[in-house]
């Protein structure tokens, strides 16, 4: 079988290794493959495995020999499912893979507001310390999280991770989820959308992107929560409505934003939240730590192997 990964770079900079899929057939990697390029290098692949490369309509009719496209990835909307399915073609995902790295990562900014330790630390080096009149100096209002209330959106299996850290610190979690689940109900009590909004001091997003949930957070919503609430989004950036965060937080009723996600990724220089006040923003990552981008390429090689034995797992269009 020929097997071709069109941008397999973010999965795999070096650190890990590609003999999974060289052990199933004739593999050929490519780091990132441009829209023009596509096509020419699937050539008479069977087997395509993409992370954020499209595969549409055209490419399936370009390209007959595929029998199967991997998706290294637990999103596969850059794959069109249903013009594979027409040809018979199998989609598969990583349904998961890193929730404890993303569940991470949403404390890891939370924790970056409340204490800015890049910046003291760059301010260390820097010499302020050595040249300051007293003992210690902050250049930001330091935030304990212990008896504050964190708000999660979306209580699947990252928000409760997440959940789970933030009452190790002592927070109360309440948490909003179209369905509630006694695992939820173990770590956090479930109430309305606008009682959450109203209720926490942290607001934490961790529901999938749909129709129904793109710009949840807004002007109007945004309205409806306490003055100086902090927001963390990890999830999806287009559940929020940038320019109405930005407003807020240079208004101040925001007090803080720690994002991994934005609307249009790379980023836009143009983006209202770059200029915004007390805005971190990381360059989506919380997927990334080597283990759990190890655990992801297992799945894809099992992915592959279970189709390849014609049992396919993981399969997206049935
Ligand atoms: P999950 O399916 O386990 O949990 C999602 C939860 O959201 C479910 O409990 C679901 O019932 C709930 N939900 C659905 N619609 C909702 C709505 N309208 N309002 C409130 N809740 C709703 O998924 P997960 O593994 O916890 O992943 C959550 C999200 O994290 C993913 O959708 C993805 O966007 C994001 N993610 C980000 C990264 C990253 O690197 N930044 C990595 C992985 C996942």
Redesign the pocket.
Known sequence: MNIVILDGYTENPGDLSWEGFEKLGNLTVYDRTPGEKIIERIGKAEAVIVNKTPIDKKVFDACPTIKYVGVLA??YNVVDINAAKEKGIVVCNIP?Y??DA?GQFAIALLLEICHHTAHHSDAVHAGRWENNKDWCFWDYPLIELAGKTMGI???????QTTGRIAKALGMEVIA????QSDAGREIAKYVSLDKLFADSDVISL?????P??EGMINKENIAKMKDGVILIN???GPLINEADLAEALNSGKVYAAGL??VSTEPIKGNNPLLKAKNCIITP?I??APKESRKRLMDIAVDNLAAFIEGKPINVVNK
Do not use: A, K, M, Q
């Not at 959106?153 to 928000?159: N, V």
């Not at 961790?206 to 749909?210: G, R, V, Y």
């Open positions: 637990t999103g998961t890193g929730t993303v959106i979306g209580f699947g299996r990252i928000g909003y989820d179209e369905y961790h529901c999938p992107l749909f129904s949930t990890n999830s999806r991994d996600v989506h919380s997927w």
